[in-house]
């Protein structure tokens, strides 16, 4: 299993540069103590989350790393010509010398970035996109550069369309940080019924993740920042209730002492999942990165 970072970009502070210089030290970190990828979200309209521009962040994490895989979790195709995307992700491909994954999304409940951004018929607009992208990215088209290897792609969808479609082409699935188990186990099974070359799922899955000394200490500090969370989904206007339900995102998160988050990552090994990326969730960026460094030495040194 590879486990990284998944960054939004909060703006904690109400202050752009601070919230941008936070997370590039998170992902510095993360490169540090060994993680293996950060994956970013692409989100619009937003003074709280600010990675609207994911293009430019993937330009800046991979000018300033060298190890640590750069993922997009994800590019919301439906918005973009597929030439441009195609030609960013090759550029990028080749930048990062193979470190670049490629996610996509059809786009979130959002009401003004659906409103703005013309999301009708997203799904299949994102899945014609797709194909459209993939002829370029072949030697004999017109568009350049050519990424030099592979670039491992995954779609964030439980639509069975959507997953018919990636076992079909033989990519991988992204499940969201409050998708439950279940969820991904119906994920999984689809994908192998509508895998006829039977290979197994690449499935990267985001996690709320916190790790303190005990339980409680470790949800006392999650609990903050899950709040804040829920009051940005309000003001998107976000009615899914799995979104005002804290203990369903403790549940479903990485968060507690170092027994408790080993047997969650265990858990999520066993079911499939290929690709943790966590998602830190205190409200403090130092504490943040006192959890990770927990976390690299009691846990990450053994997996």
Request: a negative charge.
């Amino acid at each position: 299993m590879n486990i990284g970072l998944m960054l939004l970009y909060e703006n904690w502070d109400d202050n752009y540069s601070n919230a941008f210089q936070q997370q590039q030290e998170l992902i510095l970190l993360g490169e540090e103590l060994g993680l293996d990828e950060v994956w970013i979200t692409e989100h619009h309209f937003n003074k709280f989350s600010l990675s609207s521009s994911i293009l430019t962040l993937m330009a800046y994490i991979i000018a300033t790393t060298k190890k640590i895989r750069v993922g997009t979790a994800s590019i919301l195709t439906p918005i973009y010509n597929p030439i441009i995307v195609a030609e960013a992700i090759a550029t990028l491909n080749v930048l990062s010398n193979s470190r670049f994954n490629f996610g996509v999304a059809k786009g979130g409940p959002f009401k003004k970035q659906n409103e703005l951004l013309d999301f009708e018929n997203s799904r299949e607009r994102m899945l014609h996109s797709l194909d459209e992208i993939f002829s370029y990215l072949k030697d004999d088209s017109s568009v350049f550069p050519k990424p030099i290897s592979n670039i491992p792609t995954f779609i964030a969808s439980k639509d069975e369309q959507s997953i018919n479609y990636a076992a079909q082409k033989g990519i991988g699935l992204m499940a969201a940080h409050l998708w439950s188990t279940e969820i991904i186990k119906t994920m999984i099974e689809q994908y192998k019924k509508a895998n006829y070359r039977n290979l197994p799922p690449q499935i990267m899955c985001s996690r709320g993740f916190y790790m303190a000394s005990s339980d409680e200490e470790a949800i006392n500090e999650a609990l903050p920042a899950l709040i804040r969370f829920r009051e940005q989904m309000e003001k998107q206007g976000i009615s899914s209730p799995i979104f005002y339900d804290e203990n369903y995102w403790i549940e479903n998160g990485i968060i507690g002492d170092k027994d408790t988050c080993t047997k969650k990552i265990n858990e999520l090994k066993d079911l499939g999942i290929t690709n943790l990326a966590l998602k830190p969730i205190s409200n403090d960026v130092e504490k943040n990165k006192a959890s990770l460094e927990r976390f690299a030495k009691e846990i990450l040194i053994n997996l």
